[in-house]
């Protein structure tokens, strides 16, 4: 079966696609006769007035008319242009972009395939995740131990006092580092977008089994589970290498999937298996940089035990 490419109004090629694919999307007024259209075998691009019978764009009434005239007359301008009922006062262009479409527009759609993201995939995110909320943490971590420090120093007090005011600090900078992470997490798990920042740069969601938007407690729920997928060796997360709809521990759990982010919508075809050049960027700097302090850390090593020695 042939494999066809199309280009939309800013010329931008798509493709490939099945012929049952661009019926659908002229059916539903995403491409018109003016699309230029291209399969192997032709010399070059052709509007997809050219190709209607081919494609069996247009059926006909009855097997006695010929549409073929008006197939010409669309093609070489001639023909009547249609108006819509509802916008008969507007002026319509061929070349008019398109109206924006977002994955994360709230509507789930089902019934078409669904692309699970891979591990490597949730890794890069979870890196670009990992800096972000590393980033605000420890600021917001600076700014309370000084303050609460300086506040320390002016009260005066023995060293007992001393030690545990600094133990406190420390209990609070924690609570309110597992917070942050776990507002972050959750509320952009529960947002429109239904993705991390990280997921969004590499282009992953997280839904329910169903297709659907987490809630913000679920989302909490799914953040702490990933804490204990952590605790037990990161076994939880390497199960999103194995599992079938690549579930790691914390989605059993909350009953999540992270899926890629047209999963769910009316664009399923527009989903990605491969990793994608934000992940392959991601994961190299990341590989390098853990080489680096593998080397630095070996450096270390082999220096104290000459010393040593």
């Given amino acids: 079966m042939s494999q066809w490419y199309y280009a939309d109004a800013q010329r931008e090629r798509h493709g490939p696609v099945e012929a049952g694919i661009l019926r659908g999307k002229f059916r539903q007024n995403e491409l018109d006769l003016s699309t230029l259209v291209w399969r192997e075998g032709m010399d070059q691009w052709q509007p997809l007035s050219a190709m209607a019978e081919e494609l069996q764009l247009i059926e006909k009434a009855s097997p006695g008319i010929d549409l073929r ?10 023909a009547a242009t249609p108006i819509s009922l509802q916008k008969a006062d507007e002026t319509h262009s061929p070349y008019t972009a398109p109206a924006s479409i977002s994955p994360g527009d709230g509507t789930v759609v089902g019934g078409g395939e669904v692309v699970y993201a891979g591990f490597w995939k949730r890794v890069a995110a979870y890196c670009i995740d990992s800096v972000i909320v590393g980033m605000v943490g420890g600021v917001i971590a600076m700014v309370i131990g000084m303050v609460l420090g300086l506040g320390m120093a002016g009260i005066g007090g023995g060293s007992d006092a001393m030690g545990a005011g600094f133990i406190m600090i420390q209990l609070l900078t924690n609570v309110l580092s597992i917070a942050l992470a776990a507002a972050y997490y959750a509320g952009f ?12 740069a590499v282009g992953i969601k997280v839904v329910r089994t169903d297709g659907e938007r987490i809630s913000i407690a679920r989302g909490i729920g799914r953040y702490f589970a990933a804490m204990l997928s952590g605790l037990i060796l990161c076994i939880g997360f390497v199960m999103a ?69």
């Fill in 69 to 78: 005239a008006d197939y010409v007359a669309i093609e070489n301008g001639t």
């Fill in 189 to 200: 798990h529960a947002s429109a977008g239904k993705a991390t920042l990280g997921k969004m």
């Fill in 241 to 309: 290498a194995f599992t079938e709809r690549k579930q790691g521990l914390h989605d059993l759990i909350c009953d999540t999937l992270v899926v890629d982010k047209w999963a769910f919508t009316d664009h399923p075809e527009w989903q990605q298996r491969g990793l994608g050049t934000v992940t392959i960027v991601i994961l190299s700097i990341f590989g390098l940089l853990m080489a680096v302090v593998i080397v630095a850390l070996l450096a270390m090593i082999g220096i104290a035990a000459s010393q040593f020695s």
